[in-house]
C-alpha cells in the first residue's frame, strides 16, 4: 500500500512531540508555526480537523486560542509508532 | 532481585502490544517476590510515580520538544536516563530489561553507568514495521536496533519467526537469542456478558453475525484486505456485520474503501473503545479476523482465543505459532482477501467445528501462555546474565 500518512496526521504527530500533551503546554498557532515551520492558515485548517476529530482540545488562553492533545490523540500518535 | 524495566509504554499509556506485555510480566514478577521499577513515559491524569500490585511506575516529563520523532525519541531517553540516575542513587538494581529500540539510549548508557547487565526484548523491528528502510529517519532507527542487540547481554523476542528475522537481517547469533512468547490474563475474560446487548450496541442484530476484527489502523495489520473480503463473505452470509476496533493514520482511507465495496453500511469503524469492551466485544462475536501483512507475535490472537471466539488469521510471522490451522483457529494466506473471505466462511458455515476450535484454543492458552509461566522463563535469563 503506497498510501501517504494525512497532513493532519503529521501535525498531530508533531504537536506531540514537540509537547503539547496537556493544558498547561498548550500552543498557540504562531507557536506551532515556529516550531513546525507550516504557515499559520495551513496550522489553522488541519487544527479544526484535529478539533473535529476529538484529538485535539482547544484552550482560550492569554486571549488567544492554544491547543493541546487529548489522551485519545496521544494514543493515536503512538499507534504510527508502536 | 531488583529488575528495572525501560519502556515507552505502560498503563494507561497503551497503544501497541508492548504496555501490556510489560504489565503482566512486571505484575508477575513482582509476584514472584522481586521488586519491579517500570520507567516510562508520562500520560494525561496518570501520576508521575505510583505502585500497583507490587510493581513501581515512574513516569518522566519530556521538558524538551522537537518535531521530528526520532530528535524527540532522544530527547526523552535523556529524561528517562535522569530519573533511572536518580532512583539508582537508593536503589541497587541487579538488571536492566529494556523494550524495543526506543528506550535502548537510556538503557545501554544506563548499563555502563551502573555497571549491570541489560536484558532487551525486541518486540518488531523498523524493516518490519515500514515494510522496508523508506527514509532516513527509518535507516537510523534499523541502526539504533542492530546497535541495541549488539550491546544487549541477551536478546528476547516472543516469537521463532521474530528470531529468524533478527537472525537474518541483523546478523545475531541464534544463542544469543531466547523465545519468551507473550502471555495473557485468562481471569479477564472469564466474564458474564449480555451477548445481545453488546451486539446491539455495535448495530448488530440478534440474527446477524458478527465479523470483528481488532487492531492499530495501519498498513501492517492488513484491514484492507478483510475490507476487500467483505462482498465475498456477504455473497455467503448476507447476515454478516463487520465491526472494526482501532485507531490510526489509515482510518480515512479504510473508511473510504468501506464505502467503495458497496457494503459500507455493514462495516462500522469504532475507533478507540476500553480494553473492557473489547473484551466483551469478542466475547459477543462470532469470529476474530486478524488480517495482518506482518506481526511478530499478535497477541490479539491470544487475546480472541481467550474470549472464546474463533479466529481467522493470517499466516505470517508470530500468528503462524500462536494459531494452530484447524485445531486451535483457522490460518489463511496473507494479502489475500478471497482466502480471508474462505477462512470466514469456514467457521460460520459450520459453528460445530467452530466451536471445537475455540475448546481446543482455550485448552492450548492455559497451557502455555500464562504469565506465570512467562514470567520464571524470563527470570531465567535475568539470572542468567546476572552470573
Known sequence: MSQEVPEEFRLLCMLHNIGATKWEKSLSIQEISQWTAMETSSIEFHLQKLVELGDVQPIEGEGVGKYHLTPDGIRKVLTLYS | MRICILTWEYPPRVVGGIARHCEGLAKAIAHEGHEVHIFTLDFPGA?????????????TVTELGHPNFLTWALLFN?????????????????????????????????????????????HSTEVGRAQGIHNPDSFAIDGMEWWATYEANKVIVTSNSMKGELCGHFHLPADKIEVISNAIELTKYNISIDRQSVRGRYGVGPHEKLVLCVGRLVPQKGIEHLIHAVPSISWRHPEARFVIVGEGWLKSHLEHLAR???HGWKIRFTGF?????????????DVLVIP??????????????????????????????????????????????????????????????????????????????SWEAIAKKTMKVYKEVGE
Open chain 2, 292 to 369: 495482518s501483512i506482518y506481526e511478530p507475535f499478535g497477541i490479539v490472537a491470544l487475546e480472541g482465543m481467550a474470549a472464546r471466539v474463533p479466529v481467522v488469521a493470517s499466516q505470517v510471522g508470530g500468528l503462524a505459532e500462536v494459531v494452530e490451522h484447524d485445531r486451535t483457529g483457522i490460518l489463511v494466506y496473507s494479502r489475500n482477501p478471497e482466502s480471508v473471505a474462505w477462512g470466514v466462511d469456514r467457521i460460520l458455515s459450520d459453528p460445530g467445528h467452530a466451536r471445537w476450535l475455540t475448546e481446543n484454543a482455550r485448552e492450548r492458552i492455559q497451557k502455555t501462555y
Open chain 2, 47 to 59: 501520576p508521575d510515580y505510583e505502585e500497583i500490585d507490587g510493581v513501581k511506575i515512574y513516569r
Open chain 2, 78 to 122: 535523556h529524561f528517562l536516563e535522569k530519573r533511572l540516575g536518580q532512583v539508582s542513587q537508593q536503589v541497587k538494581f541487579d538488571i536492566l530489561h529494556v523494550h524495543d529500540w526506543l528506550t535502548t539510549p537510556a538503557g545501554i548508557s544506563s548499563k555502563y553507568r551502573l555497571g549491570k547487565p541489560m536484558v532487551l526484548t525486541v
Open chain 2, 260 to 262: 467503495t465495496t458497496g
Open chain 2, 273 to 285: 473503545i476500553p480494553d473492557s469492551e473489547v473484551i466483551a466485544l469478542m466475547t459477543s462475536a
